[in-house]
């Protein structure tokens, strides 16, 4: 009973301070506003098709195969492909010098002997005595999403073909695989993918700069030391202030769903267990974060100096406003140690949104490491300097 008292006043003195409750529950809607505003219609495609250059050197079965179902693929209203084929395959720099400047997302290239390889490689494997790849190559824009969602069409698609080749060459029974489409989306929604990061961006606003600042404010100002004249124990301290944190991030969540779901109309379903774990892990996680800065913060001033330098580089590459698998390797290594990105990646993908990058048993156990090592160790600190 005396820890939820304590966490009602932890939490009624959070709602007092009027800059407090701007940078954490006012400043992510207003961002949220401001990011949909921009971002929505520029993301927002009812239909897809990418421009793509077909090098066509060879005029056997198998080539002529490829040729026809890329060609069928770039016909009709509901088309995947701008098509334009090459039959001079002296023109492949040129080609290429358009790639990079992005007159085209993608060059597929059949070159001269690929059906006698494909034969070849088809007996071979029959045989079992291993296989040589046949060589249709393909080009692609490299840290370009457009390129890249076009390689794995084509990709998709030389599976297939591979299977169909293999039927001409050998008999093989094909099963029919029945598919029941339960849901869909008509394209990419900017206000589904936002959505989700902005609720883990509020938590991250306030476990960075509420928690870390104002554990630190008590720390500096002895007002955890007073704690241990009064029956209040340093353990009943801690779990107070916690739950009083849990409902500001309820709070946060509250307001940001009523954003996106009564304004914007997203599709995102905010009662989804799955919504709820990773709203739970973010909670925990970047909570102990503001724990751990708090713990080795001198004063308030170098908790502040702490929380903006560890703000910037975290939310922004962690995946909350934008996908993060592609950028340039001297970056990575942040995208990679940053537990947003997996908050970030696991919640979209368990919701439909955009598939994660990293398995989905990372998103969880990443978080949960990043809990338990700062918990570890901030309250080491803690028992160590303050609350023996």
């Keep these: 009973?005396?820890?939820?008292?304590?966490?009602?006043?932890?939490?009624?003195?959070?709602?007092?301070?009027?800059?407090?409750?701007?940078?954490?529950?006012?400043?992510?809607?207003?961002l949220m506003v401001i990011l949909i505003t921009i971002f929505s219609s520029m993301y927002k495609v009812e239909k897809v098709n990418f421009e793509v250059y077909l090098i066509k050197s060879e005029s056997g079965e198998f080539s002529n195969i490829i040729f026809q179902v890329f060609e069928d693929l770039s016909k009709g209203e509901n088309k995947v492909?701008?098509?334009?084929?090459?039959?001079?395959?002296?023109?492949?720099?040129?080609?290429?010098?358009?790639?990079?400047?992005?007159?085209?997302?993608?060059?597929?290239?059949?070159?001269?002997?690929?059906?006698?390889?494909?034969?070849s490689n088809i007996s071979m494997k029959m045989l079992g005595l291993g296989e040589n790849s046949a060589p249709l190559?393909?080009?692609?824009?490299?840290?370009?999403?457009?390129?890249q969602a076009a390689s794995m069409v084509v990709?998709?698609?030389?599976?297939?073909?591979?299977?169909?080749?293999a039927k001409r060459m050998s008999k093989i029974k094909e099963y029919e695989v029945k598919t029941e489409i339960v849901g869909s989306k008509t394209g990419f929604s900017y206000v589904d993918f936002i959505y989700p990061g902005i609720v883990i961006l509020a938590i991250f606003f306030t476990g960075l700069f509420g928690i870390g600042q104002e554990l630190t404010w008590y720390?500096?100002?002895?007002?955890?030391?007073?704690?241990?004249?009064?029956?209040?124990?340093?353990?009943?301290?801690?779990?107070?202030?916690?739950?009083?944190r849990l409902y500001l991030f309820i709070l946060q969540a509250l307001i940001v769903t009523f954003v996106g779901k009564v304004l914007y109309k997203s599709s995102v379903n905010f009662l989804s267990f799955y919504f709820f774990l990773y709203v739970f892990l973010a909670m925990l996680s970047l909570s102990s974060m503001g724990f751990f800065i708090s713990a080795f913060s001198k004063n308030t001033n170098s908790a502040g100096v702490i929380g903006q330098i560890l703000n910037f580089p975290l939310q922004f590459l962690g995946g909350i406003y934008f996908p993060v698998?592609?950028?340039?390797?001297?970056?990575?290594?942040?995208?990679?140690?940053?537990?947003?990105?997996?908050?970030?990646?696991?919640?979209?993908?368990?919701?439909?949104?955009?598939?994660?990058?990293?398995?989905?048993?990372?998103?969880?156990?990443?978080?949960?490491?990043?809990?338990?090592?700062?918990?570890?160790?901030?309250?080491?600190?803690?028992?160590?300097?303050?609350?023996?």
């Design 325 to 388: 698998s592609d950028v340039p390797w001297f970056i990575k290594w942040i995208v990679v140690i940053n537990p947003i990105t997996y908050l970030a990646a696991g919640i979209r993908d368990t919701l439909g949104i955009t598939p994660s990058p990293y398995p989905i048993y990372l998103t969880i156990v990443v978080p949960l490491i990043y809990t338990a090592l700062f918990l570890f160790i901030s309250i080491r600190k803690y028992k160590r300097v303050e609350l023996t």
């Design 155 to 165: 990709r998709n698609i030389v599976d297939r073909l591979n299977l169909e080749f």
């Design 1 to 30: 009973m005396m820890i939820f008292k304590n966490s009602i006043y932890f939490f009624k003195s959070a709602l007092r301070e009027r800059a407090y409750v701007f940078w954490c529950v006012v400043f992510p809607v207003i």
């Design 219 to 244: 720390r500096e100002g002895k007002i955890l030391k007073r704690f241990r004249i009064t029956p209040i124990s340093s353990l009943n301290f801690f779990f107070s202030y916690f739950l009083s």
């Design 81 to 119: 492909f701008n098509l334009k084929v090459f039959k001079d395959d002296s023109l492949k720099d040129k080609l290429i010098e358009d790639l990079k400047r992005g007159r085209t997302k993608l060059i597929v290239e059949i070159p001269e002997g690929f059906d006698s390889l494909v034969i």
């Design 137 to 147: 190559k393909v080009y692609i824009l490299k840290h370009n999403v457009s390129s």
